[in-house]
């Protein structure tokens, strides 16, 4: 199994160009919201949809699995912003309703993949996931890093 250290070094790699860096700090967590969004429209099997019971939050709880493997302080960060990207979530189906949610969620996704491919073009890189899907889940990681190198936690 990769370290966090491992697999922040390879996603690294293709994201070099400062371009394509910035366009990674507004794409990934817009892809994140509006995924989160697109699973919470998904009516829930076993009970009515909530802030708490939805495909979104599911999503948040099985990635914090993932990141819990590789960094605590990645772990606990990412507590904070999928709580948040639920809650937000969650609050914007009360104001728009379900079908405002999906199609805002299916906009936000599609123009931020857009965003995403441009910045790799410019990188002159593909992107990770490519090569392996788990770079889905490092791309969050990677920004999260930077977020705790700045405030002074070790990732």
């Not at 948040?60 to 937000?88: A, D």
């Not at 199609?103 to 392996?132: M, R, T, Y």
């Amino acid at each position: 199994m990769k370290t966090m250290q491992e697999w922040l070094d390879a996603y690294g790699v293709s994201h070099q160009n400062g371009t394509n860096k910035l366009i990674h700090w507004i794409c990934v967590p817009t892809i994140m919201f509006s995924l989160i969004g697109l699973l919470y429209t998904i009516p829930p099997l076993w009970a009515t949809r909530s802030l708490f019971i939805n495909w979104g939050t599911l999503m948040v709880l099985l990635t914090l699995l993932f990141y819990i493997r590789l960094s605590f302080n990645i772990f606990v960060g990412f507590i904070f912003v999928g709580g948040l990207m639920v809650y937000l979530n969650h609050q914007l189906a009360g104001a728009m309703g379900i079908s405002g949610l999906v199609f805002f969620s299916i906009a936000l996704f599609v123009i931020a993949w857009i965003g995403q491919f441009i910045g790799h073009k410019i990188e002159g890189q593909k992107p990770s996931f490519l090569e392996d899907l788990q770079f889905l889940l490092i791309g969050p990681a990677w920004l999260m890093h930077f977020v705790l190198k700045k405030i002074g936690i070790k990732y």
